[in-house]
Nanobody, 126 residues
Framework: QVQLVESGGGLVQAGGSLRLSCAAS????????MGWFRQAPEKEREFVGA????????YYANSVKGRFTLSRDNAKNTVYLQMNSLKPEDTAVYFC???????????????????WGQGTQVTVSS
């Protein structure tokens, strides 16, 4: 089992950058695929990006491709989401999630992830 804590959210102007971190506690972090999702008010939680267990593969939603970058440091049990060129429509609560798999399939499916953090607010002003 793994516990996840996100940090790094905040208020930023459009065009700015933020880096979110997701720190994991518990055993076996390096065997977990990690995902980031976000949820804006009155909207469904949506996929943002995913990184596989080794960090060798990353996947992004079309809306963030080219602006957001995922990385992970398995020695530190941490996943990072670097967000550049932020837009007001990126405003949401951002959640990290973990699934215990070495496979890359279904990385954008919420139900594939058994463990979730509490979320961190990102607000982008215009």
């Amino acid at each position: 089992q793994v516990q996840l804590v996100e940090s790094g959210g905040g208020l930023v102007q459009a065009g700015g950058s933020l880096r979110l971190s997701c720190a994991a506690s518990g055993r076996g972090f390096s065997s977990y695929g990690m995902g980031w999702f976000r949820q804006a008010p009155e909207k469904e939680r949506e996929f943002v990006g995913a990184i596989n267990w080794s960090g060798g593969s990353t996947y992004y939603a079309n809306s963030v491709k080219g602006r957001f970058t995922l990385s992970r440091d398995n020695a530190k049990n941490t996943v990072y989401l670097q967000m550049n060129s932020l837009k007001p429509e990126d405003t949401a609560v951002y959640f990290c999630a973990a699934r215990q798999t070495y496979r890359d399939r279904n990385y954008s499916v919420k139900d594939e992830y058994a463990y979730w953090g509490q979320g961190t607010q990102v607000t982008v002003s215009s």
